[in-house]
């Protein structure tokens, strides 16, 4: 079992939906967690970061962390085409990130 | 443009060649470190510095890897007697003790 499990999708919307997506995890020692986009053949592009169990907000994206049921949630409100990406969650317990294998999104218009 | 940059983008060699990569991280960051991604998968954890000193290596990092980090400045990855397994994309990100980790655009080595 990998530590950090996440749906590979596809996961197709219409434009304007609001997206979910989500990751699960083992390990209860991880203490921060992350939400990557990655373009093809790009380079992530850190979207989210936290510590804590609860949300946070910034602009359509909200992070959410159950940290007792190991599951965490990025929430995408108002997708547009451009947000058509694999997003990656990404969850450390010190300096090293264990990723998951990613969720690629497309947002028809 | 202040973020992480890495050279060359693409690397084509041949197996049992060696090559290099180089990282430059965002200037105010004292932490660099090296993953690699192959098609479909996340990126894998190979290495971490804080400065100069390398503080953690992943058993990813074989015999034939070495990362170097000499003025805690830039970084360089290089990989010997290169394999066909050994294509992936290799990517470097930074981050301060308070920031999530930034990544670089990546070099994407082919080994033929």
């Known amino acids: 079992q990998k530590e950090v499990e996440q749906d590979p999708g596809p996961l197709s919307v219409p434009e304007g939906a609001i997206v979910s997506l989500n990751c699960t995890y083992s390990?209860?020692?991880?203490?921060?967690f992350m939400w990557y986009r990655q373009y093809s053949r790009k380079g992530p592009e850190l979207l989210m970061y936290?510590?804590?169990?609860g949300n946070k907000e910034d602009g359509r994206f909200t992070a959410q962390v159950d940290k007792s049921s190991k599951y965490i949630s990025l929430f995408i409100r108002d997708s547009q085409p451009s947000d058509s990406a694999t997003y990656l969650c990404?969850?450390?317990?010190?300096?090293?990130?264990?990723f998951g294998g990613g969720t690629r999104l497309l947002v028809k218009p | 443009d202040t973020g992480v940059s890495q050279n060359p983008r693409h690397k084509i060699t041949k197996r049992g060649q060696n090559v290099t990569f180089r990282c430059d991280p965002i200037s105010e960051h004292n932490r660099l470190y090296w993953y690699r991604q192959t098609l479909g998968q996340g990126p894998e954890f190979l290495t971490y510095f804080q400065n100069e000193a390398q503080l953690e290596k992943s058993r990813l990092l074989s015999d034939r890897f070495s990362a170097e980090r000499p003025k805690g400045s830039f970084s360089t990855l290089e990989i010997q007697r290169t394999e066909q397994g050994d294509s992936a994309m290799y990517l470097c990100a930074s981050s301060s003790v308070t920031s999530g980790q930034y990544f670089g655009p990546g070099t994407r080595l082919t080994v033929t």
């Open positions: 990404a969850i450390a317990a010190g300096n090293k990130l264990t």
């Open positions: 936290t510590y804590s169990s």
């Open positions: 390990n209860s020692a991880f203490q921060y």
